[in-house]
């Protein structure tokens, strides 16, 4: 997402207000342009962003613009922007789920939300706050939601016990490291992703069928559709941890979504997916894919690398 906003622009200027401020972008839109093409995949990033509008009207905020595979919101109240942009997931589930059969790549988002002083001028709105959340929106991984410290702070206990503090980061324009929360919006989103899907068409009660088998140096793992994300990195607190220099401490992350198994990659070495008897790997960096039949994930290197870290992986059906 481009954002233009100058915070010179923005003291003690009459008419300003204080606003939660909303960037949320799309993640995967750069790959299905790649296989899709301009055209279709223009109309779909359209009818996503416009979709995420609307809901970000329905729930009490109100959308300054729109930024190409983005767009930019402000709310009266921070707890309403939070809630707001933890029930986006439930949009783009619908959402990635009418695209079953045309896309091969599922559309996730990147949320930064801030809280402070806003001055709106000639469709575009100014100031320290809108620059937080769009710095924070381009550092979020795909389907994570980052808050600043100054919203965290107007937040009420009970939304406050459902974040983590992760980081302290430089904002240009800024004297000191802002502390970063992320937001665990699972608490508010999962009864779509768990919901049973029996109630949705035939090709999706398929995908409620199917299992991911994952087998690494002897352990062997299954993802089902109706199980939460399995993260795969350094940090203990991951579901599969890989103790290599190479891997991130939060590297990937395997779901199922919209009845499609898809991996996104939040790592800084790239992660590599080789589907098959395709010759050539998929690359992915902060970016995603879906899934199918069997393969190898290298993580943090090529495959090729002996050295590297590499699972197996297959997508089965009941009938397999």
């Known amino acids: 997402m481009v954002l233009d906003n100058n915070t010179n622009h923005v003291g003690k200027a009459a008419g300003q207000a204080d606003k939660a401020v909303v960037f949320a972008d799309l993640s995967g839109s750069t790959k299905l342009f790649e296989s899709q093409g301009n055209t279709v995949a223009t109309q779909v990033v359209t009818r996503c962003t416009q979709m995420l509008g609307k809901h970000f009207t329905l729930a009490g905020g109100r959308v300054v613009k729109y930024l190409g595979d983005g767009l930019l919101v402000l709310f ?58 769009a710095r924070l929106g381009d550092r979020a991984e795909s389907n994570e939601i980052l808050l600043g410290e100054a919203l965290y702070e107007c937040l009420p206990e009970m939304k406050r016990i459902l974040c983590t ?41 398929m995908a409620l069928m199917q299992r991911a088998d994952i087998d ?14 399995l993260v795969i990195g350094r940090a203990e607190n991951c579901g599969l941890v890989i103790d290599d220099r190479r891997v991130s401490r939060r590297h990937a992350r395997i779901e199922w979504v919209g009845g499609q198994c898809t991996l996104t990659d939040f790592s800084s070495n790239g ?10 790997p998929v690359i992915l960096k902060r970016d995603n894919c879906v899934l199918h039949g069997q393969g190898t994930i290298g993580l943090g290197s090529a495959p090729e690398d002996f050295t590297t870290v590499t699972f197996s992986f297959q997508i089965l059906s009941e009938e397999d």
């Not at 992660?271 to 050539?280: A, C, H, Q, S």
């Open 76 to 133: 009266d109240m921070s707890e309403m922007a939070v809630d707001a942009a933890a029930r986006t997931r439930d949009v783009l589930y619908d959402f990635n789920l009418e695209q079953i059969d045309s896309m091969q790549t599922l559309l996730g988002l990147k949320v930064g939300v801030e809280y402070g002083p806003v001055i709106e001028q000639h469709g575009d709105c100014y100031g320290d706050a809108v620059n937080v959340a």
């Open 271 to 280: 992660t590599w997916v080789k589907f098959g008897r395709e010759p050539e």
């Open 216 to 229: 690494l140096s002897g352990r062997h793992l299954q993802l089902l559709p109706s199980e939460g994300a």
């Open 165 to 205: 503090s992760i980081d302290r980061i430089a904002i240009k324009g800024k004297t000191g490291l802002l502390r970063v929360w992320r937001y665990d919006w699972r608490h508010t989103a999962e009864t779509t992703i768990t919901s049973p899907l029996d109630l949705l068409s035939g090709r999706v009660n």
